[in-house]
């Protein structure tokens, strides 16, 4: 006979309802819509609560059983050792549950282990600790993920549009009736509206994102709660979504946006940014900001719709029901911000110059300063050309990999990568050399025809600090092919920049400490 539904939940908060995992162990729970979080010293035990939720069903032992199965096999992927397996929850004698017992199966429960909360992203926020290099770092991680991550036909067709329009319909249906709680009838109103059109309106940009194979079977739930980064420096994704692979399959864009969303919540826009520009980096995918609002105003009304789905489930303790109201609110407005105007003022920003003159390090710099991406010449050159960023494309100066009709399409690609991230009303930063009148000009047009400020800074260091540079370079794994043999025939080729207006064309001495260069570079383009 099978216990009352919430007995299993009683009887597991019992001392030494846990000593086959754990003897004289302590226990406090954490509820969620759909699990019940037992929390021991050194492990956790996580049991799926028999519901039916629409998107998922739980309400059977056998569906529970594979769903603690696949959370275990996926999440794998990015917590490799965390998850231990799935353990039976029995029905003993005495007629109570406990976890590893000899009597009845009549549940299931992933076991785990307790990793530290104090190296949680979303208490490291808390603490100041989620640094801009921790951010990286943790884009670094995603962006190999997907890149390994299957992608296959039954995995493409999810990022249809028309499957991305019943995923959004759906979170409209089972919000109908909550929503004019938490946001007025117009701003319900605007919302819909918004996610409905672009979908629709916005077709070719979804189309794109599949012919570029960036449809994937990702995390699902990529929040701040779910990534611990160990003092050793490494990265744990916890949690991804085993219930339901229409949530799963997806744009690698949504699971990114998952994360930027929730950094943005928690009052962090500029690590969002951060997040994203180091993203699009590490996966050379720029044609993100073509649908990343999008995603996120997706992805903060589903957590809308979960915190509803718990303030509304009178199984939840009242001070979590509070909360998740309070949630439900924060997220909706969260994701009608995203259809509207950004304060953000977009501005094409190119950092030009000879050959180790400090371009990169500039773009890199001023990069944290306006949470843009930097879309670099050297990396475009080798991704277009099929070739990892660290390997040297040698050979004579304005050869093989340099010449100038590869060179000319590697601008052309620069410029409409940098396209797509103003027209997500973004800034962007350029790092190449600019060498000719003629590509700075192509740089110019591209923010007169958005109607956005452009500024080139041009980098300049003397000969001897150049040369010094490059010596230093050769010793070192580096994207940039520049070195000692070719860089006075690239000096020789190099167009005095006399063409633009002075408020436009910024020179920056960058023989000094970086972090003067930066100085010196933001009075002059902030003040």
Not at 7 to 35: N, Y
Not at 153 to 175: C, K, M, S
Not at 303 to 323: C, F, S, T, W, Y
Request: hydrophobic share 45%; proline share 5%.
């Amino acid at each position: 006979m099978a216990p009352r539904p919430d007995q299993v939940k009683t009887d597991l908060l019992r001392p030494g309802a846990f000593a086959a995992i754990a003897p004289a162990c302590s226990v406090s729970l954490i509820e969620t819509h759909i699990s019940w979080v037992f929390v021991l010293d050194r492990d956790v035990l996580k049991v799926k609560r028999p519901v039916d939720l629409g998107f998922l069903d739980f309400r059977s032992c056998e569906q529970r059983r594979l769903a603690c199965e696949e959370e275990v096999r996926l999440n794998a992927r990015l917590a490799p050792g965390v998850y231990r397996g799935v353990v039976p929850v029995t029905l003993e004698l005495d007629g109570r549950c406990v976890v590893g017992g000899l009597g009845l199966v009549v549940d299931w429960a992933v076991h785990m282990e307790r990793m530290s909360d104090a190296r949680r992203a979303d208490h490291l926020l808390g603490e100041g600790q989620l640094t801009p290099r921790r951010i990286d770092a943790i884009a670094a991680t995603i962006a190999e993920f997907h890149r390994d991550a299957r992608s296959d036909a039954e995995v493409t067709r999810l990022g249809d549009p028309a499957a991305i329009a019943r995923n959004v319909e759906e979170n409209f249906d089972q919000t109908r009736s909550s929503l004019g709680r938490y946001l007025s009838p117009q701003e319900s109103e605007e919302i819909v509206r918004w996610q409905t059109r672009f979908v629709r309106d916005e077709r070719e940009r979804f189309m794109k994102r599949i012919a570029q194979r960036r449809i994937v079977e990702g995390h699902g739930d990529l929040r701040l709660e779910h990534v611990y980064l160990e003092e050793s420096g490494t990265i744990r994704v916890l949690d991804c979504i085993e219930f339901n692979e229409r949530f799963r399959y997806a744009d690698a864009c949504a699971d990114i946006a998952f994360l930027s969303m929730d950094l943005a919540r928690a009052g962090r826009v500029d690590l969002a940014e951060r997040l994203l520009a180091a993203y699009a980096r590490e996966a050379d995918d720029y044609e993100l900001y073509s649908v990343v609002d999008f995603y996120e105003s997706y992805r903060a009304f589903v957590r809308g719709k979960i915190a509803a789905m718990l303030e509304n489930d009178g199984g939840v303790e009242p001070a979590a029901r509070e909360r998740a109201a309070k949630e439900a609110r924060r997220y909706f407005l969260l994701a009608l911000s995203r259809g509207r105007p950004s304060l953000v003022n977009p501005i094409v920003i190119a950092v030009g110059g000879v050959i180790a003159s400090g371009k990169s390090a500039v773009a890199n710099r001023l990069s944290g300063e306006l949470g843009a991406p930097v879309i670099e010449a050297d990396r475009t050159r080798k991704a277009m050309l099929g070739v990892p960023p660290l390997r040297r494309l040698e050979g004579p100066a304005w050869s093989g990999a340099y010449d100038e009709p590869i060179s000319d399409q590697v601008y052309a690609e620069l410029l409409r990568r940098a396209a797509i991230v103003v027209e997500s009303r973004r800034p962007v930063i350029l790092d190449a050399s600019f060498r000719s009148a003629a590509l700075r000009r192509a740089a110019r047009d591209l923010a007169a025809s958005r109607g956005v400020p452009f500024r080139l800074i041009e980098c300049r260091a003397t000969p001897e600090v150049c040369r010094e540079r490059l010596v230093a370079r050769e010793r070192e794994p580096s994207v940039s092919d520049g070195r000692l043999a070719i860089f006075d025939a690239f000096c020789a080729r190099f167009e005095p920049i006399v063409e633009l207006p002075p408020g436009e064309h910024i020179v920056l001495d960058t023989t000094a400490a970086l972090d003067d260069t930066v100085d010196e570079l933001r009075r002059r383009l902030f003040d």
